[in-house]
């Protein structure tokens, strides 16, 4: 499956944005999908994961409550509608899926990748 990310932008502190990933190929829905963050100088991180059917869904404590996200299936494409944008929320955003349901924080269970969105927060 092909991944295309797409929404990031520049945003003042306290701001929202939502960032968007299509999928290719008619299997979308058997993923598990997620977004993982990249800030300079840092490494890749977990964001938030969202179950095949979008029933379950998981958040890094820093973006509990802020962030949501969502998958729509006949679109193949899942979504994070962030809020309450914070200046440590600079990065880079990646969209991923995985095959497997398991460990869904965890960097190395990704199939594969989209190219990243960038996401500026000014202060």
């Known amino acids: 499956v092909q991944l295309q990310a797409s929404g990031g932008g520049l945003v003042q502190a306290g701001g929202s944005l939502r960032l968007s990933c299509a999928a290719s190929?008619?299997?979308?829905?058997?993923?598990?999908m997620a977004w993982f963050r990249q800030a300079p100088g840092k490494e890749r991180e977990f964001v938030s994961a969202?179950?095949?059917?979008?029933?379950?869904?998981d958040y890094a404590d820093s973006v509990q409550g802020r962030f949501t996200i969502s998958r729509d299936n006949a679109k193949n494409t899942v979504y994070l509608q962030m809020s309450s944008l914070k200046p440590e929320d600079t990065a880079v955003y990646y969209c991923?899926?995985?095959?497997?349901?398991?460990?869904?924080?965890?960097?190395?269970?990704?199939?594969?990748w989209g190219q990243g969105t960038l996401v500026t927060v000014s202060s």
């Open positions: 190929g008619r299997t979308f829905s058997s993923y598990v």
């Open positions: 969202i179950g095949r059917n979008g029933g379950i869904t």
């Open positions: 991923a899926a995985a095959s497997r349901a398991i460990d869904s924080r965890v960097l190395a269970r990704y199939d594969f």
